[in-house]
């Protein structure tokens, strides 16, 4: 009797312990996003180093050799767990010794810092074409006071090893930070905690699309949207996008209350393309294709701040009224999922007299004028961010002279992305009053 009730206690035990494993009853936010897209190398990469050594083949992919991503969180919590993608990937890919760690300067790891990373208790996980796969929980013995003001804005490098050929790469092209990559057939590294096995760097994520941490009471903010969102222009690994800017702005009166992702993607558009799976497209899949992943699948989401529609206009020549149907759409598939999350609606920036393609035309420019009268008056939104009102030059129609010259490789800029001091600005337009009210 007392063997049988001991071994009754062992199951008990053991089966809790798996149900732990996987997060089940904590309050998991997402602390940082990446949008899928792809394949590699379609998509709109900034400063990119030459990649033919470290990815020679887009169709052969990454091919046993690991990655270390190195991204910043936007909140901390004792437990992590991170979700590897195949979004757009046509064979299954096979990861092994993955591994999160501290990072301490470029490529090297805090010693000691590295925790393993299994996937339903085994440290190798096989990713199908077109699916995506969520860690077990991961402890994080550093994060002893989720507060700590000395882990605001550390980064976390994430290292993983792909066994065999990837096929086509899942990635998010413009991500602004370095990260690094070992020579193909060299193996795994991903437990290395120098720099010797990563000669090589990118300005882009692969493989990777969220990190969620667990934090009692915590909820998520989105921030949406094309490459204003994801920052083309500003500063190479400074996090001063408009979204980074609004998360500091946050977290410094609300505490860690809030997380801020962003789901940007440099040339995304509200309507196209069609069939993103036939015609690949730089600018990702459209807003509507990837609600569901980049927003609805995120845990605990209480706002979502939108912008995108610029490149419907330069890029594809939409008529004003098709892009504002799609954002009616986008708005009620959001609210029929989330009938608590509040929608904000950001005012586009102008693109007048731009010298990327045809964005700065005239006709451009009128469309940017009667969406953004839709935008402030379709009564639709929970709110307007009016980015517009705080970048334009009144006497021009322009970008504001001083937010024009480029933050991330030099030069004029061109007068379709805001820079550095254009983020700030846009970061520190929205009004805290009506995004979270007087009590948030």
């Known amino acids: 009797m007392a063997v049988a009730w001991l071994l009754a206690l062992a199951i008990s035990t053991s089966a809790e312990a798996q149900h732990a494993g996987k997060g089940a009853e904590r309050n998991w936010v997402a602390a940082w996003t990446a949008s899928a897209q792809g394949p590699f190398p379609i998509g709109n990469a900034t400063a990119q180093p030459e990649l033919k050594f470290a990815l020679p083949s887009a169709e052969r992919g ?30 299954p890919v096979t990861l092994d010794d993955v591994e999160l760690a501290l990072q301490s300067s470029g490529s090297v790891l805090v010693p000691h810092s590295g925790r393993p990373v299994t996937f339903d208790g085994k440290a190798k996980v096989v990713v199908p074409p077109g699916q995506s796969a969520m860690s077990d929980m991961i402890a994080l013995p550093w994060v002893k006071d989720r507060n700590d003001p000395m882990l605001s804005n550390r980064k976390l490098a994430v290292s993983f090893h792909v066994v065999g050929d990837s096929g086509p790469i899942t990635w998010h092209a413009k991500a602004l930070t370095t990260s690094y990559i070992s020579p193909p057939g060299s193996g795994s590294h991903a437990r290395e905690e120098t720099e010797i096995s990563f000669p090589f760097s990118s300005t882009s994520w692969y493989f990777l699309d969220e990190v969620q941490m667990a934090v009692p009471d915590a909820r998520t903010i989105v921030a949406f949207g094309d490459s204003i969102t994801d920052g083309t222009a500003s500063t190479l690994n400074g996090d001063d996008r408009w979204p980074d800017v609004f998360s500091r702005r946050v977290h410094a009166a609300f505490g860690n209350r809030f997380s801020i992702v962003d789901e940007g993607i440099g040339g995304n558009m509200v309507l196209g393309p069609a069939n993103y799976a036939a015609e690949p497209f730089a600018g990702g899949p459209s807003a509507l294709d990837r609600l569901e992943r980049d927003v609805l699948s995120l845990p605990n989401v209480t706002k979502v701040i939108f912008l995108d529609g610029i490149n419907d206009f330069g890029n594809a020549g939409a008529d004003p009224e098709k892009v504002e149907g799609g954002v009616r759409m986008f708005v009620d598939k959001l609210r029929a999922r989330f009938p608590a999350a509040k929608f904000y609606m950001g005012t586009l920036t102008s693109a007048l007299h ?6 700065g035309a005239q006709q451009v420019e009128e469309k940017r004028h009667a969406y953004n009268q839709f935008i402030r008056s379709a009564n639709i939104f929970d709110g307007v961010v009016d980015f517009d009102a705080v970048t334009i030059d009144r006497d021009t129609g322009e970008l504001k002279a001083e937010f024009q010259p480029n933050s991330t490789t030099g030069g004029p800029g061109d007068k379709l992305h805001p820079n550095r001091a254009g983020y700030a600005a846009m ?10 009210g007087a009590e948030p």
Do not use: C, E, H, M
């Open 427 to 436: 970061g520190g337009a929205i009004d805290f009053a009506k995004v979270f």
């Open 354 to 359: 731009s010298t990327n393609g045809n964005y």
């Open 62 to 91: 990454a091919s046993d050799q690991t990655f270390r991503l190195i991204l910043r969180p936007d909140i901390w919590g004792g437990q992590a767990r991170i979700r590897l993608s195949n979004a757009f990937g046509t064979k």
